[in-house]
């Protein structure tokens, strides 16, 4: 079992940035693809980032390309999501997830497992 916690939500001005983290226990995620995904109130979740263990490769969703950037520190068991230029689009609860499968990681259904999810609120 793997259990992600994220942290580093909150309350930002638009063009604003925020650091997002998502920590890992119970298994090492070195060989985990690593996704964020969000969701704002009334929509579909919608993918964010992922990223797969070998190269690493990520992709990005077409909302957030250019602007946010996925990476992971293995050592730390952690996946961070940097996001800049934030707009008051990008407010939604997001979440991590982890998947045991050699995935792109683009679409929810790859996932095991879920954290929690942190907020972020851009303020226009």
């Known amino acids: 079992q793997v259990q992600l916690v994220e942290s580093g939500g909150g309350l930002v001005q638009a063009g604003g940035s925020l650091r997002l983290s998502c920590t890992a226990s119970?298994?090492?995620?070195?060989?985990?693809?690593m996704g964020w995904f969000r969701q704002a109130p009334g929509k579909e979740r919608e993918f964010v980032a992922s990223i797969i263990w070998s190269g690493p490769l990520t992709h990005y969703g077409d909302s957030v390309r250019g602007r946010f950037t996925i990476a992971r520190d293995n050592a730390k068991n952690t996946v961070y999501l940097h996001m800049v230029s934030l707009k008051p689009e990008d407010t939604a609860v997001y979440y991590c997830?982890?998947?045991?499968?050699?995935?792109?990681?683009?679409?929810?259904?790859?996932?095991?497992?879920w954290g929690q999810g942190t907020q972020v609120t851009v303020s226009s």
């Open positions: 997830a982890a998947s045991g499968a050699y995935v792109s990681g683009t679409n929810e259904y790859e996932y095991n497992y």
């Open positions: 119970g298994r090492t995620i070195s060989t985990y693809t």
